[in-house]
């Protein structure tokens, strides 16, 4: 069975440009969370989508939003890029059976570097 | 807010040895869920071992087990002997409940393992 899929894994962009991060779940996963790690903040929760619509939301500027479609694929977008936005991010399926989550699976991350 | 706190950023111990890292988290919930994480070096978050709240039986998994002290909201892993495979970042996590899919992380422990 396939793991969650992100692309691209590397990515470089320059400062005030937007950039979109892809995340493909496990098949029948239909929640999809973000992530994102840096050194200094580490592991911080940006969105959870779950059945096309933003269930959670962490602390994060407006600048910072997602979208899921139908098929359960999940985008992050990032608008105006500032350097402090260069870390790994990371997403996680979950299969929601009941109202409880099951299955909770990281994919290997994209590295995002803004210069 | 959930805290979560590793306070040993980095760890080593020798092949075959045994290795205990510590773990405290604060929450006001009576219910919930801990993890443990490994991200080695491929950056692909995999699960350690799970811990619920309301079980009052450590949790085992092979060479991995946990010291779950729910009064003093502490939640250590130990690794029995330790092989060179283990070596990775450690991260300790806290979920509110069974529907909840937001990971509370620390800030993590790097584990090297000495041949």
């Known amino acids: 069975k396939a793991g969650v899929t992100q692309t691209p894994r590397y990515l470089i962009k320059t400062r005030g440009q937007q950039v979109t991060l892809s995340c493909s779940p496990i098949s029948g996963h239909r929640s999809v969370s973000w992530y994102q790690q840096t050194p200094g903040q580490g592991l911080q929760f940006l969105f959870e989508?779950?059945?096309?619509?933003?269930?959670n939301k962490g602390n994060f500027p407006g600048r910072f939003s997602g979208r899921q479609f139908s098929n359960s694929r999940s985008e992050m977008n990032v608008s105006t890029l500032e350097l402090g936005d260069s870390a790994l991010y990371l997403c996680?399926?979950?299969?929601?059976?009941?109202?409880?989550?099951?299955?909770?699976?990281f994919g290997s991350g994209t590295r995002l570097t803004v210069v | 807010a959930q805290t979560v706190t590793q306070s040993q950023p980095e760890m080593s111990v020798q092949e075959a040895e045994t290795v205990t890292l510590s773990c405290t988290y604060d929450t006001s919930e009576s219910d919930y869920y801990l993890f443990w994480y490994k991200q080695p070096p491929s950056r692909q978050m995999i699960l350690v071992i799970r811990q619920e709240a309301y079980k009052q039986q450590n949790a085992t998994e092979n060479r991995f087990s946990v010291n779950f002290q729910k009064a003093a909201k502490s939640f250590s892993l130990k690794i029995s002997d330790s092989q060179l495979g283990d070596a990775a970042m450690y991260f300790c996590?806290?979920?509110?409940?069974?529907?909840?899919?937001?990971?509370?992380f620390g800030q993590g422990t790097r584990l090297t393992i000495n041949p």
């Open positions: 996590a806290y979920r509110k409940d069974q529907g909840a899919q937001k990971l509370v």
């Open positions: 989508y779950f059945s096309e619509t933003q269930r």
């Open positions: 996680a399926s979950s299969l929601i059976l009941g109202g409880v989550g099951y299955g909770y699976t």
